[in-house]
């Protein structure tokens, strides 16, 4: 088993920029495809965004494509998500998962198929 951390989330307005970082121990994620999700109060947690084990596939929901960009540094052991532009809508508790399951190039949105998760970071941000 993984054990995730999430760090970097904060206060920040509207238009502002956080960075998220998601670090592994206990197990080395650099073959694991790796995603990160969140959830607003009174909402259901939503997929963000994915990456690949390998880096080169990545995946974002609609809502912040463009905005937002998932990266890895596999020799860190660490997950990033770099948020920009951000709106009072991407306003919710952001957590990381690890996904044991596909191969080199595979990702997934399905919270379901994700093994491990973080404890989530709050991102706040005020209009």
């Known amino acids: 088993q993984v054990q995730l951390v999430e760090s970097g989330g904060g206060l920040v307005q509207a238009g502002g920029s956080l960075r998220l970082s998601c670090a592994a121990s206990?197990?080395?994620?650099?073959?694991?495809?790796m995603g990160w999700f969140r959830q607003a109060p009174g909402k259901e947690r939503e997929f963000v965004a994915a990456?690949?084990?390998?880096?080169?596939?990545?995946s974002y929901a609609d809502s912040v494509k463009g905005r937002f960009t998932i990266s890895r540094v596999n020799a860190k052991n660490t997950v990033y998500l770099e948020m920009n532009s951000l709106k009072p809508e991407d306003m919710a508790v952001y957590y990381c998962?690890?996904?044991?399951?596909?191969?080199?190039?595979?990702?997934?949105?399905?919270?379901?198929?994700?093994?491990?998760w973080g404890q989530g970071t709050q991102v706040t941000v005020s209009s």
């Open positions: 998962a690890a996904d044991r399951t596909r191969g080199r190039d595979g990702i997934t949105r399905y919270e379901y198929e994700y093994d491990d």
């Open positions: 206990g197990r080395t994620v650099s073959q694991y495809g």
């Open positions: 990456i690949s084990w390998s880096g080169a596939i990545r």
